[in-house]
């Protein structure tokens, strides 16, 4: 088979499986039935994308999932919380976006859980919703993930809380799926090992993956933080060259003009945002076919590649699927009580 015909073929499957994943999200949105206001909104060709991705493109688990975040969203209103709702928990810096991107344009949340400063999980909790939230509707146009990057200065035995990761992670996979690109832990101590090991369970395998620890004194992992950033922008505390810190009354000046933004992005008149169709993998299948006799992988590369994603898919959702009872069952009862629940749902960049 000459490499021309085989990157025709390839193109080919390519075609079929985007075709296939377009009917996928029909489906969903079938048995979701007629939505209206900020639920029609939210469920856009890309955000039941993720659901369907986030589910091994399972329609029945997918559409389950969906409506438990349609649910959770109207009554936790997550894009109606506001700076001020908040302020009390961001005064240390402990979370905040910053004002760059990485080198994929993906926002990044800054979290020192060293500059904890409640005890309140609750409070907490919601306060990373905004924040999840603010870096959703900042996203640039095309991109949908974020990145976390954890700096462990100053953390302590006192900052650990099991229970507190049991409500960020059953939030995080089980309302805002496939939107962490990377988790970066900096220089994380010796003693939280154990209980990383404790917790990680906790995590879908496929979220746990996209973990990286990485250690200043470490070159070797120091290059995963070097082929993320643009180092002129990173901050120095984690070995960029940009001085700047963390400052609560310009941080609040920004978060005010962005909770400004909110409404608008949520109104009827934004529904075009969610009505855009569902391109796969950013359009590299369209851009691929324009290059033509480009591909480098065998048939059956494509293949192994392909069979082993799969396994791994399956076991990752087996084993969140065990999780998932637990955790909604605790967490659902902390979030009935969380404050601030007049508030409404979040921004799905890519849909609105």
Request: aromatic share 8%; glycine share 6%; net charge negative.
């Amino acid at each position: 088979m000459s490499l021309a015909s085989g990157t025709a073929n390839g193109h080919g499957k390519e075609a079929a499986l985007y075709e296939e994943q377009k009917s996928k999200i029909s489906k969903v949105r079938t048995e979701l039935g007629q939505l209206s206001g900020k639920s029609a909104l939210y469920c856009s060709d890309a955000s039941i994308a993720r659901y369907l991705i986030a589910r091994n493109w399972d329609v029945k688990k997918a559409t389950k999932m969906l409506k438990k975040t349609l649910k959770w969203r109207s009554e936790y209103k997550p894009d109606e919380i506001r700076w001020d709702d908040i302020s009390d928990e961001a005064e240390t810096g402990k979370i905040y976006r910053s004002d760059y991107f990485d080198k994929s344009g993906r926002s990044i949340l800054v979290m020192r859980p060293g500059c904890q400063n409640t005890k309140n999980a609750n409070g907490q909790v919601k306060y990373l919703v905004y924040c999840m939230e603010n870096a959703i509707l900042n996203l640039p146009q095309g991109q949908d993930q974020m990145v976390w990057l954890i700096d462990f200065a100053g953390f302590n035995l006192g900052n650990l809380s099991i229970h507190v990761t049991k409500l960020t992670a059953d939030v995080l996979q089980g309302h805002y799926p496939e939107r962490l690109g990377v988790a970066i832990l900096y220089n994380a101590p010796k003693f939280f090992e154990p209980f990383w090991k404790m917790a990680s369970p906790l995590l879908e395998k496929k979220t746990r993956n996209k973990v990286k620890f990485v250690y200043s004194d470490r070159p070797e992992s120091m290059k995963i933080i070097e082929e993320l950033f643009n180092m002129d922008e990173l901050e120095c505390a984690f070995g960029g060259k940009n001085p700047a810190t963390f400052n609560i009354n310009d941080y609040a000046m920004r978060m005010r003009e962005d909770d400004k933004k909110m409404p608008s992005f949520w109104s009827p008149e934004n529904s075009a945002l969610a009505s855009e169709p569902y391109l796969m993998n950013n359009q590299k299948l369209e851009e691929s076919s324009s290059l033509g006799v480009k591909a480098e992988e065998t048939e059956s590369e494509k293949r192994e590649e392909t069979d082993t994603t799969s396994e791994k898919r399956k076991e990752s959702e087996t084993e969140y699927e065990k999780e998932e009872e637990t955790l909604t069952e605790s967490s659902t009862v902390e979030q009935k009580s969380l404050p601030g629940e007049d508030s409404a749902p979040a921004a799905d960049k890519n849909g609105p």
